[in-house]
């Protein structure tokens, strides 16, 4: 039985979108690209071709990828989201104790994860730390380096 991946609505929309296009566009948009390099006669020694045919096991792999996801996904709605505690879908500011700094992180599940755009998984160490807390509590996270003290300061429902 397969692991139960849990997003975000908008996280599954993303997914959903990124499937579409996928099948649809990029499918054909590399079938395209390998019959033209087909025409150039001599598959092996055929760059052109050798590029299209891994481009065109990526893309299978992504399909298969995001339908697994989609298929084994648990979509936390918006409105099961709340600013009183620490969820999946929420913008949670932290005060790092330890070195008197601010970040602020939003929660989203595994396939979500951006860390450019400061969205970190319930599963990584931080996301584990606060999920399910409250405004006020304070944690210590075990990272690599060691532990981290901090403290939540506000939560918010995420509006992105």
């Known amino acids: 039985m397969a692991e139960e991946v849990l997003l975000t609505e908008k996280g599954y929309k993303k997914l959903e979108e990124e499937l579409e296009k996928l099948t649809t566009e990029k499918r054909r948009e590399v079938a395209k690209r390998i019959k033209v390099a ?8 055929n760059s052109e071709y050798d590029d299209a045919k891994n481009e065109q096991a990526f893309v299978e792999g992504r399909i298969k ?3 697994q996801l989609i298929d084994n996904a648990k979509v936390i709605k918006d409105d099961e989201i709340s600013n009183d505690k620490v969820n999946l879908g929420t913008t949670v500011r932290l005060h790092n104790l330890d070195e008197d700094s601010y970040i602020t ?8 994860v951006d860390p450019l755009e400061n969205k970190i998984s319930n599963e990584s160490p931080i996301g584990k730390a606060i999920l399910g807390k409250t405004v006020g509590t304070k944690v ?7 532990k981290i003290n901090y403290e939540i300061i506000s939560i918010e429902k995420s509006s992105e």
Not at 105 to 112: F, I, N
Not at 140 to 146: F, H, M, Q, R
């Open 38 to 45: 087909r025409e150039f006669g001599d598959i092996s020694e």
């Open 140 to 146: 210590e996270v075990k990272v690599p380096k060691g």
């Open 105 to 112: 992180y939003k929660l989203v599940g595994t396939a979500e």
């Open 65 to 67: 990828e995001i339908k």
